[in-house]
C-alpha cells in the first residue's frame, strides 16, 4: 500500500502524513499523449476518525510534464489539491477495504488527480500557437498556378443562382 493510514493509531489520536508517493504506486494510467506523470506526488495529509469512517484532509501536489496544444512546447504544469478533503466510510456498501488495520487512500488520491488533470494543456494562458509561414515559403510549398485555378473555380461558383 503506497500511502495507507493505521486504525489502531487512529482510534489514539489524530495521524499527520507527510512524504512522496512514486507516481508508479499510484498507477494513475494517464492515455493522454500531452501529458505525461515522472515526478513524485507529495503529500501533507491529517487523518482523523469520525463515527464510521475516516476522514482525511490537507494538500496533494503533483507536477506534471506536458506538451502544450497549441504549440507543442514542452513545459511542467504543477496540480496543486490545496484542501483537498476525503471521507472513507468503514462500515455500509461504500465501506473502504481494510487490511491490517489499515486503510489505502491510494484509489481516493489517484480519482480525485485523475479528474484534475488538465484536458488542453497550455504553456501560457494566451499561447498563439505555432508561428505562422511566410507567404514566401507557402508559396515555395505550393505548385505555380495552382491558387489561382483555386481562386478562379471559386469565382464560376459564386456566380451560380440558386
Not at 507529495?42 to 484532509?57: P, S, T
Not at 514542452?74 to 476525503?86: D, E, I, K, M, S
Not at 485523475?114 to 514566401?136: D, I, Y
Amino acid at each position: 500500500m503506497a500511502l495507507a493510514v493505521n486504525l489502531r493509531h487512529l482510534e489514539a489520536h489524530n495521524i499527520r502524513l507527510k512524504g512522496e508517493v512514486p507516481v508508479e504506486e499510484l498507477d494513475l494510467d494517464v492515455h493522454d499523449e500531452v501529458i505525461r506523470t515522472r515526478q513524485p506526488l507529495r503529500y501533507e495529509l491529517e487523518a482523523q476518525k469520525v463515527e464510521d469512517g475516516v476522514l482525511v484532509q490537507g494538500d496533494l501536489h503533483l507536477t506534471l510534464d506536458c506538451e502544450c496544444v497549441r504549440c507543442l512546447k514542452p513545459f511542467q504544469y504543477p496540480l496543486n489539491l490545496r484542501g483537498w478533503a476525503c471521507l472513507l466510510p468503514l462500515k455500509g456498501e461504500d465501506a473502504v477495504p481494510v487490511a491490517n488495520d489499515c486503510v489505502d487512500l491510494t484509489p481516493a488520491v489517484r480519482e480525485d488527480i485523475l479528474l484534475e488533470l488538465p484536458q488542453h494543456p497550455l504553456c501560457e494562458r494566451e499561447c498563439g500557437g505555432l508561428p505562422k509561414m511566410s507567404a514566401a515559403r507557402a508559396k515555395s510549398k505550393n505548385p505555380a498556378g495552382k491558387n489561382e485555378t483555386a481562386s478562379a473555380a471559386w469565382a464560376e461558383l459564386n456566380k451560380l443562382k440558386l
